[in-house]
């Protein structure tokens, strides 16, 4: 027995050490912050700084796109075959979406339960995935806006085109490149009636629907005379398609 004490006398001033030691580093590497503060702060800073590198690129490709233009309509004037090639890529611009559309429209935003109600409703069993927007909500819209025959279509004001993918990352969608937080809005040209019948009658909008009914998800819809969409100007990923069939 005196030995098992003689043992402990030595280890506890050890161990009251190595506990002073943890929490000298942990103050020294959080300088007096929340560590997860500072985790989350950091986090934030990255998304920042690669959202202006992704601006600056931005500039730099348009800037880079105008110059090929020029390039290419100049090389036209003396050249039979550039010519015809630049007459056929306009001819296929609007239906790639490389021009603007206008024409009467259809908006349709979609948000998040309100911060306010959120704690209320998690209280009354709600999980917390029913309370936010997720990617197939935006995509069941956008689905029954081109089965509705629109003719043109923006996400967040980014026009869409055949490759354009609706991600979201948490509760965050990221499309061309650029991060957005909800409320969500889809714009569609075409014929406003037919594009309301079309939202209304779809399966995913009407499960969507029911979680607005009961959670209090927000879902407006508006339509308007008239609204241009820009044309898209971002990379052309596609090297090649096929036409399918009929």
């Known amino acids: 027995m005196r030995s098992s004490r003689g043992w402990w006398r030595l280890l506890v001033p050890v161990a009251a050490g190595a506990a002073g030691l ?12 929340d560590l997860r ?3 989350t702060l950091q986090v934030s800073q990255l998304i920042a700084r690669q959202q202006r590198t992704l ?5 730099q490709e348009n800037d880079l796109r105008q110059r090929i233009s020029a390039a290419t309509a100049l090389a036209g004037v003396g050249d039979g075959r550039v010519r015809q090639l630049r007459a056929a890529a306009d001819r296929l611009a609007a239906a790639a979406g490389l021009t603007p559309v206008s024409g009467p429209a259809v908006t349709v935003a979609l948000d998040d339960v309100p911060r ?5 409703d998690l209280a009354a069993g709600a999980r917390p ?12 819209v956008v689905n029954a806006l081109w089965s509705g025959g629109a003719e043109a279509m923006t996400i967040m004001g980014e026009r869409v085109i055949a490759t354009t993918a609706v991600r979201c990352v948490g509760n965050t969608l990221l499309l ?9 809005t889809v714009t569609a040209v075409g014929d406003t009636a037919r594009l309301r019948r079309a ?3 779809d399966p995913a909008v009407q499960v969507f629907q029911q979680y607005v009914a009961v959670y209090g998800l927000r879902y407006a819809l508006s339509t308007s005379q008239r609204a241009t969409l ?3 100007n971002g990379p052309l990923e596609l090297t090649s398609a096929t036409a399918a069939d009929g």
């Open 116 to 120: 306010a109600d959120q704690q209320h």
């Open 22 to 33: 943890l929490l000298a580093t942990s103050a020294v590497t959080a300088r007096g912050t």
């Open 199 to 201: 939202l209304d009658g």
């Open 37 to 39: 503060a500072s985790r």
């Open 176 to 184: 061309h490149g650029r991060v957005f937080s909800p409320p969500f």
């Open 55 to 59: 601006a600056a690129l931005t500039r």
């Open 230 to 232: 820009p044309a898209y």
């Open 129 to 140: 995935d029913d309370l936010v927007i997720h990617q197939q909500d935006v995509q069941g």
